[in-house]
């Protein structure tokens, strides 16, 4: 997205870092709201057919009810729906600059799509309050003939236009979740240089099992954001039937926990479809908190089935709630990860920029040796084990491979299990371009 990174300038590390949390925050604003949208237009579709072939009122006024509730109003699709997914195409724009990388493409069209299925989700939304004007009129005994067949072929046309609005809505709002998602996927390899097509972006396994993940997670989501409107807050709502209200419970409780039961399995395929740059050990400790979070989910559930807890509807929802937000810490941990080293060229042309602005043209050349005495001496020889292994034994896989080295430099990974793992030695791109050279040269000798 060329004329985006025109708007871009190189970040300082310290922003980049912000930057990141940055993307989370807005994500869970919008993660969570999008999940709603998209369950609660699915189901209120779903009870919208149910409805139309049998008379049970149950049906048609779950349909309303769900579509009214959880859309809110246009003004909060703006503001939950559309600005923080515009938001975060400039955030990944900055983060990949000049990276030469289609993500934000991805992002960006996905912004476009997402007004679009709002759009449709809201007239849809809306036309179904004038279906409540006309089915009330309809009673009314007009005297006019002529009238009354105008007011029934209104009434037709609406009901029309209020179904297929929601079908393409909600189409086009998976679509554009999808493209998101993709958008995510191709922000995990920042430097590739074979362009991969469209068909084999959206049908990877990663981006494929991210949107399972999603589309489960979000009805599951939508069953607990169900039984904390109805039941919970604000005391719940009042006034309803107790066989409806048993109904909903049951829809609620039940959606609820077969989707989540799938969760696990999209999100155990989904890590280990991730490139292993992405990983680390707190990538997994997050999974591992929503994997735990939904197990306190299924708990509540089941005894949702056995008793007539109020509480329990609202610990359910904040629990959903939480867990959501842990995977998307997760998502945004691997792209940092697997970013890492386009953070640090960012983070050098910002220090470049720095230096040409402020008059200090002279451009100091980091010495390898100097870097290797100080920061690495302690624990390294080339001859012999101090802490870590000796040089002359690790160095023959990286002859004609410097940038795995400074890529392990930057941020260790676990490798030999007779030593302790490396510390991060906290060192700039140049510094560790500057050793890395120095060793393999050094290691021949
Ligand atoms: C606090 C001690 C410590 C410091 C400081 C340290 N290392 Fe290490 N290093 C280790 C240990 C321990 C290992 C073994 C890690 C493993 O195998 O999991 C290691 C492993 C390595 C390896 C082998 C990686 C491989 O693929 O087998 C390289 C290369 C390396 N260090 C380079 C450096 C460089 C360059 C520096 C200085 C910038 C440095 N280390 C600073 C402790 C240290």
Not at 207 to 225: D, E, K, N, P, Q
Not at 243 to 271: D, G, H, Q, R
Not at 379 to 397: L, R, S
């Amino acid at each position: 997205m060329e004329f985006l990174d025109q708007f871009v300038i190189p970040q300082s590390l310290e922003h980049i870092k912000l930057l990141h949390y940055l993307a989370t925050l807005v994500l869970f604003i919008f993660i969570p709201f999008i999940s709603i949208v998209f369950g609660s237009t699915l189901l209120s579709l779903i009870y919208k057919k149910k409805a139309q072939k049998t008379s049970d009122s149950r049906f048609a006024n779950l349909s309303n009810d769900l579509i009214s509730m959880f859309t809110v109003n246009k003004n909060v699709g703006i503001v939950l729906g559309i600005i923080p997914l515009f938001t975060l195409t400039i955030i990944y724009a900055q983060l990949l600059h000049t990276a030469n990388n289609s993500s934000v493409t991805y992002l960006f069209f996905s912004a476009l799509l997402m007004i679009v299925a709002l759009i449709l989700i809201y007239t849809y939304r809306y036309s179904i309050s004038f279906n409540l004007i006309f089915n009330s009129i309809k009673d009314f005994k007009a005297k006019d003939a002529q009238v009354k067949n105008e007011i029934e072929k209104l009434d037709k046309v609406t009901k029309k236009l209020s179904v297929n609005t929601g079908y393409y809505g909600l189409i086009i709002l998976v679509i554009s979740i999808w493209f998101y998602l993709s958008g995510l996927n191709l922000a995990l390899y920042p430097n590739q240089t074979i362009s991969i097509s469209l068909f084999e972006t959206l049908f990877s396994l990663n981006v494929l099992s991210r949107l399972l993940f999603f589309l489960t997670f979000a009805m599951g989501i939508t069953g607990g954001a169900i039984l904390f409107k109805f039941f919970f807050w604000e005391g719940g709502i009042k006034g309803i039937d107790n066989e409806y209200k048993i109904f909903i419970k049951n829809t609620a409780v039940k959606t609820s926990f077969y989707f989540l039961s799938l969760v696990p399995l999209f999100l155990i395929l989904n890590l280990i479809t991730f490139p292993k740059e992405s990983l680390s050990s707190s990538v997994f400790v997050y999974s591992g908190l929503v994997i735990l979070g939904l197990f306190i989910c299924y708990n509540i559930l089941y005894s949702l089935t056995k008793e007539e807890k109020v509480s329990s509807n609202g610990l359910l929802y904040f629990v959903l709630v939480l867990t959501m937000c842990f995977s998307l810490i997760k998502d945004q941990l691997v792209m940092n990860n697997a970013n890492n080293l386009q953070s640090l060229k960012l983070s050098e042309k910002y220090d470049a920029l720095y230096a040409s602005l402020s008059r200090e043209t002279k451009v100091v050349e980091i010495s390898g040796i100097e870097v290797f005495k100080v920061r690495c001496a302690p624990c390294h020889a080339f001859d012999k084990k101090i802490v870590g292994p000796p040089y002359n034994e690790t160095m023959k896989k990286y002859e004609g491979r410097i940038n795995d080295l400074v890529s392990f430099i930057l941020n260790p990974k676990k490798i030999n299990p007779e030593y302790p793992p490396m510390p991060n030695p906290g060192l700039k791109l140049s510094e560790a371009k500057a050793v890395s050279k120095y060793i393999l040269e050094e290691y021949k000798k």
